[in-house]
């Protein structure tokens, strides 16, 4: 079946540092989104993208997507204390439907710890 | 608040038990996910309703069946519970059509979660 793997599995980093998560899938994906979870929280939605070889900023985040949309990478530049968390990928297999957009398969995630 | 509410928030049973777990999407939001997340098994996708109708089935057990009502609502039904169903389960729902005003329709909000505990 369907794989999206995600590494590392866990990033502690001293605030101010640069961090990045990758994801790689196994089959060609529709597109990827991507969510932080903040520690007890529900998981909430960052960004999507659909086009091959795709790049979208939003102020120290910078997102990813692969020429052969099988991978996909999140950088987040001069991290705060704030941004602490874990980071999932989930990806959307082939053609996503007319109406519905169908099942996402999540990476694993990775969780960011930053050390003030 | 991601406008997704789910009831219970918290759930304590006993091996060989049955619970139903409630999911009520937002506003306008036709489509409804069932997640399971445990600590070693991160995010798994369950099920897919689309106004009313299943449209995505993922690593759902044969214990577990879910449905969505004609309001929208969702239930979310675990039976003959074992230890290892012990979980957190996340509803989310999203638009469910083709972009709308702008805004990706695969965005999935999530609810709070509900925390499974079988003893």
């Known amino acids: 079946g369907q794989q999206v793997m995600q590494i590392p599995q866990y990033q502690h980093v001293q605030e101010g540092e640069d961090f990045t998560t990758y994801c790689n899938s196994s089959?060609?994906?529709?597109?990827i989104q991507w969510y932080k979870q903040r520690p007890g929280g529900h998981p909430v939605f960052l960004i999507q993208l659909v086009k091959s070889g795709e790049v979208k900023k939003q102020k120290r985040l910078t997102f990813q997507f692969g020429e052969a949309k099988k991978n996909s990478s999140l950088h987040i530049t001069a991290t705060q204390t704030t941004d602490v968390g874990t980071y999932f990928c989930?990806?959307?297999?082939?053609?996503?439907?007319?109406?519905?957009?169908?099942?996402?398969?999540f990476g694993q995630g990775t969780i960011l710890t930053v050390h003030p | 608040d991601s406008g997704v509410t789910q009831t219970p928030k918290h759930l304590i049973t006993a091996t060989g038990q049955r619970v139903t777990l409630r999911c009520s999407p937002r506003s306008g939001d036709l489509s409804v996910y069932w997640y399971q997340q445990s600590l070693d098994q991160g995010l798994q996708f369950l099920i897919q309703?689309?106004?009313?109708?299943?449209?995505a089935k993922g690593n759902i057990l044969e214990r577990f069946s879910a449905q969505q009502f004609p309001d929208l609502h969702s239930e979310l039904n675990l039976s003959s519970l074992e230890l290892g169903d012990s979980a957190l389960y996340f509803c989310?729902?999203?638009?469910?059509?083709?972009?709308?005003?702008?805004?990706?329709?695969?965005?999935?909000?999530f609810g709070p979660g509900t925390r499974l505990t079988v003893l």
């Open positions: 989310a729902s999203s638009v469910g059509v083709s972009m709308i005003g702008g805004r990706a329709a695969g965005e999935q909000f």
């Open positions: 989930a990806g959307t297999l082939g053609n996503a439907g007319g109406t519905s957009y169908g099942k996402l398969t």
């Open positions: 089959t060609t994906l529709s597109n």
């Open positions: 309703y689309y106004n009313g109708e299943e449209r």
